[in-house]
């Protein structure tokens, strides 16, 4: 991109944007909501089992203007879930503050691993070993939801959730292509460990995005 659009893309007026679809939320605590996601480019966390690894080049997805990313999201529903790729890579206060303009519900997943940018109604932070996240996010985090893929990933999860804010809600997800393996663990540590919930990605078993 050239350096004039690089400039608007680091002050968040443009952003590279991969795709955006309306569908119903298949994770966590809004699962089974209809909601409108925006998934921008860009990752450089690197999860090896990550089933979006076409987002993680931000180069590949165009710069579109925030205005027209907001003026398609309300078109569709209230509630808005930014995703990535990681959101956070950029600055999400112009996208945000032009989404709450509109009086929408947003919402972001993100692995915490950048600076907490915009305004959010719901944070959901998916925690990742090899770039942790930053403090305040622990802090303001509404659901924790730390992905199991091997068994390692429980003390991770336990050393995830001693960080977070006493309100923040605890997630334990299989990583879609162990599930048959993993969901059985995870539902014998819920059991030993209620503090704990189990979070399906139940847009898979759906066949919808």
């Not at 007026?13 to 605590?29: D, H, K, R, S, W």
């Not at 997943?109 to 403090?135: F, H, N, R, V």
């Not at 990583?175 to 663990?185: A, C, G, L, T, Y």
């Amino acid at each position: 991109m050239n350096k004039k659009i690089l400039q608007l893309v680091e002050k968040g007026v443009m952003l590279p944007l991969m795709e955006e679809f309306y569908t119903i939320q298949g994770e966590g605590f809004h699962k089974g909501t209809a909601a409108y996601f925006v998934r921008i480019g860009g990752c450089d966390v690197g999860c090896h089992w990550c089933d979006v690894k076409e987002s993680w080049n931000a180069n590949l997805h165009p710069p579109t203007e925030t205005a027209k990313i907001v003026e398609n999201a309300k078109k569709y529903s209230d509630t808005i879930v930014v995703t990535g790729g990681e959101p956070l890579t950029w600055d999400m206060t112009e996208l945000t503050k032009q989404l709450k303009a509109e009086n929408l519900q947003i919402h972001i997943e993100t692995s915490g691993a950048y600076k907490l940018t915009g305004t959010w109604d719901w944070i959901c932070l998916s925690p990742k070993k090899m770039k942790l996240p930053t403090q305040e996010i622990y802090n303001k985090a509404n659901e924790l939801k730390v992905i199991i893929y091997n068994n390692d990933d429980f003390r991770f999860a336990e050393e995830q959730a001693a960080k977070v804010n006493d309100n923040c809600i605890l997630y334990l997800q299989p990583e879609w292509s162990k599930s048959d393996k993993v969901i059985p663990e995870i539902v014998d540590y819920v059991m030993k460990h209620p503090k704990w919930k189990v979070s399906l990605q139940t847009h898979k078993y759906l066949n919808i995005p």
